[in-house]
């Protein structure tokens, strides 16, 4: 069973809706990232946080919004998305961003995400 | 050229067979190199660590050639839960260059 969960595993919205993914962790971990991933393409990072501070935003639109209440949450909130945005979304951990030479993100099983 | 280039495939190998991935990479300040598995529908998971001696884990052999940058999976005796896609992930140093090659997809034939 994977540490990561995330909620919803399913969410079908309309291009006018707001709604919000969560993740949560209980490791430990410092480092927390949101992933975006289209079907037969590897995960594309969307958003880092580090100590609950976003240290990276790879120019992902303002239609999507991440929070991290504290060190275990991790919120992703979207609001007027596209039918492109459409994809599975990916939260992971690790211990920090600065260890990553240890290579290991926790992945959660990720929130399938389909836009009307 | 892509930062981190692998053969989609799809593999498709019988049940006791040695197949062989291969991942070339394009930044030679690359630092450390990984294989996840991806099952269908599921998340990435970690499978192993690639390091300059070569590495060994049960049937999974990984092995790293800075010089012509490439990495290798190695599969021996693949067993029907093999079957997922392999993803090869290269870290040049910082959590925005953990790249992720487009993986390599493995069906084992019973």
């Known amino acids: 069973d994977t540490e990561v969960t995330q909620t919803p595993k399913h969410l079908v919205m309309g291009m006018t809706n707001k709604k919000s993914l969560k993740c949560e962790q209980h490791?430990?971990?410092?480092?927390m990232y949101w992933y975006k991933q289209k079907a037969k393409k590897p995960p594309e990072l969307m958003f880092v946080?580090?100590?609950?501070?976003?240290?990276i935003n790879e120019s992902v639109p303002s239609r999507f919004s991440p929070e991290c209440p504290n060190s275990s949450l991790l919120n992703l909130h979207l609001h007027a998305l596209q039918p492109e945005d459409s994809a599975l979304y990916l939260c992971?951990?690790?211990?920090?961003?600065?260890?990553?030479?240890?290579?290991?993100?926790?992945f959660g099983e990720g929130s399938r995400l389909t836009v009307l | 050229r892509k930062e981190v280039e692998q053969d989609p495939g799809p593999f498709n190998v019988p049940e006791g067979a040695t197949v062989a991935f291969n991942c070339t990479y394009s930044?030679?300040?690359?630092?450390?190199f990984f294989w996840y598995r991806q099952d269908c529908r599921k998340e990435p998971k970690l499978l192993m660590s690639?390091?300059?001696s070569g590495n060994e884990d049960g049937r999974f052999t990984a092995q790293l050639n800075r010089a012509s940058q490439y990495i290798s999976l190695l599969i021996r005796d693949s067993k029907l839960s093999d079957s997922a896609t392999y993803l090869c992930?290269?870290?040049?140093?910082?959590?925005?260059?953990?790249?992720f090659g487009s993986g390599t997809q493995l069906t084992v034939l019973p």
């Open positions: 992971a951990s690790s211990q920090e961003t600065d260890t990553l030479s240890t290579g290991e993100l926790f």
């Open positions: 490791m430990g971990h410092r480092a």
């Open positions: 946080y580090s100590y609950e501070k976003l240290s």
């Open positions: 930044n030679s300040a690359s630092q450390s």
């Open positions: 690639v390091y300059s």
């Open positions: 992930v290269v870290n040049s140093g910082s959590a925005r260059q953990l790249t």
